[in-house]
């Protein structure tokens, strides 16, 4: 420090050893007194370092989170959809049946069997019977996506929760270790 203030005397064409002396003392004293606070410039931006490592860490905790909950919501959006959809395939397979079912009767009636028994009575029994099955099986198909997109979206949400949780735990390990580092600085 002396050789400094001499320096900086000696440029400025300070007087001698007097200004030198007077310069060395309030430069010692400029850099005590912080130190004899516990302030320093190193503690200052060890500790900015800790709070922006914190701030990172809860950031990236809630961005993490942001889109798990997106995924979560995109996963409740299709639940509507796959009820369209099942809606859908239900009416298809009514139509298709309908449609076979005109065509045997149209079929019956042009040979001259009586459609109010017998086998044509019988084989339209089967195509709504095989009508039931479709549309049973399409629903329980139905209710099985629904109940994964249902899981799926609450998995994503517990995940998110859990993001959070995980950030705030990072930041927190964070501020400790950054001030237990600071602290055994002095």
């Given at each position: 420090m002396e050789l400094a203030a001499s320096f900086v005397t000696s440029i400025f064409g300070g007087g001698g050893a007097a200004a030198a002396g007077?310069?060395?003392?309030?430069?010692?004293?400029?850099?005590?007194?912080?130190?004899?606070?516990?302030?320093?410039?190193?503690?200052?931006?060890?500790?900015?370092?800790?709070v922006l490592g914190m701030v990172q860490s809860i950031n990236a905790g809630n961005a993490d989170a942001e889109a798990l909950n997106a995924a979560a919501d995109?996963?409740?959006?299709?639940?509507?959809?796959?009820?369209?959809?099942?809606?859908t395939r239900r009416t298809a397979l009514k139509k298709e049946a309908m449609d076979s079912i005109a065509q045997q009767d149209v079929a019956y009636a042009a040979s001259g069997v009586d459609l109010s028994f017998g086998t044509p009575m019988q084989a339209r029994k089967d195509a709504f019977r095989q009508l039931d099955l479709g549309i049973t099986s399409d629903v329980g198909t139905e209710q099985t996506r629904i109940g994964r997109l249902q899981e799926r979206e609450a998995?994503?949400?517990?995940?998110?929760?859990?993001?959070?949780?995980?950030?705030?735990?990072?930041?927190?390990m964070i501020g400790f270790k950054g001030a237990t580092s600071i602290a055994d600085g002095y």
């Open positions: 007077a310069a060395t003392g309030a430069v010692t004293t400029g850099v005590a007194a912080p130190a004899a606070t516990g302030f320093s410039l190193s503690s200052l931006l060890q500790g900015t370092a800790t995109d996963a409740a959006r299709e639940v509507p959809l796959e009820t369209l959809q099942g809606i998995e994503y949400r517990k995940r998110a929760s859990r993001a959070k949780r995980s950030a705030m735990f990072d930041a927190a």
